[in-house]
Nanobody, 114 residues
Framework: QAQVVESGGGLVQAGGSLRLSCLSS????????MGWYRQAPGKQREAVAS???????NYADSAKGRFIISRDNAKNTIYLQMNSLKPEDTAVYYC????????WGQGTQVTVSS
């Protein structure tokens, strides 16, 4: 059973921005490192960014300088601010613990048009 609900995706033009949100169950959120992942059509799911309970962040090379991950521990929520979006960012975006657990949410679709 999924323990997260992702939201905030949509259709945006290249160069635009989106802010994704992920509400997690307290059990998953806890003191865990949380992460954003994405899966583009025909490709494997890949890690995008992660954040520890204390706020230390890590980014995939493709996200560095453009995406910002943050978390609100009081709300069991993590965010992904995505700027300067590119068509290659088009994917379904998911959140999970990092390393990821077995159960995934529905994800939120991000489509970037050129």
């Amino acid at each position: 059973q999924a323990q997260v609900v992702e939201s905030g995706g949509g259709l945006v033009q290249a160069g635009g921005s989106l802010r994704l949100s992920c509400l997690s169950s307290p059990v998953m959120f806890g003191l865990n490192t949380m992460g954003w992942y994405r899966q583009a059509p025909g490709k494997q799911r890949e890690a995008v960014a992660s954040i520890t309970w204390g706020g230390r962040t890590n980014y995939a090379d493709s996200a560095k300088g453009r995406f910002i991950i943050s978390r609100d521990n009081a709300k069991n929520t993590i965010y992904l601010q995505m700027n300067s979006l590119k068509p290659e960012d088009t994917a379904v975006y998911y959140c999970n613990s990092a390393p990821s657990g077995a159960n995934w949410g529905q994800g939120t679709q991000v489509t970037v048009s050129s």
